[in-house]
Nanobody, 123 residues
Framework: QVHLLESGGGSVQSGGSLRLSCAAS?????MGWFRQAPGKEREGVAS???????EYANSVVGRFTISRDNAKNTLYLQMDRLRPEDTATYYC????????????????????WGQGTQVTVSS
């Protein structure tokens, strides 16, 4: 069993920055960030697995940076140059086993989920 606890959400103006954290209990191979806006499907934002490979959604490339501290079992998402369309509930996800690279931004690849943290970007 893996428990995930997110923190760091909040409200910011367009162009601002936020940093999300996700503390995990238990072993995880792949961890990822997903987001869900009202009325939309949950979508993959970024992932970081123990092979040190990272995946990003096209919409956040160059603005968001995912990182991971294995000693602390914690995942981070640094979000810069935020836009109103980034407004969503952000979820941390974890999978104890290996996920193939082309599946790492799919929600059905992950077994464990955090409760979510709200990010609101105003124009």
């Amino acid at each position: 069993q893996v428990h995930l606890l997110e923190s760091g959400g909040g409200s910011v103006q367009s162009g601002g920055s936020l940093r999300l954290s996700c503390a995990a209990s238990g072993y995880t191979d792949c961890m990822g960030w997903f987001r869900q806006a009202p009325g939309k499907e949950r979508e993959g934002v970024a992932s970081f697995c123990r092979d040190d490979n990272m995946e990003y959604a096209n919409s956040v490339v160059g603005r968001f940076t995912i990182s991971r501290d294995n000693a602390k079992n914690t995942l981070y998402l640094q979000m810069d140059r935020l836009r109103p369309e980034d407004t969503a509930t952000y979820y941390c996800a974890a999978q104890p086993g290996v996920i193939m690279s082309w599946l790492r931004l799919r929600r059905d690849s992950y077994a464990y989920w955090g409760q979510g943290t709200q990010v609101t970007v105003s124009s």
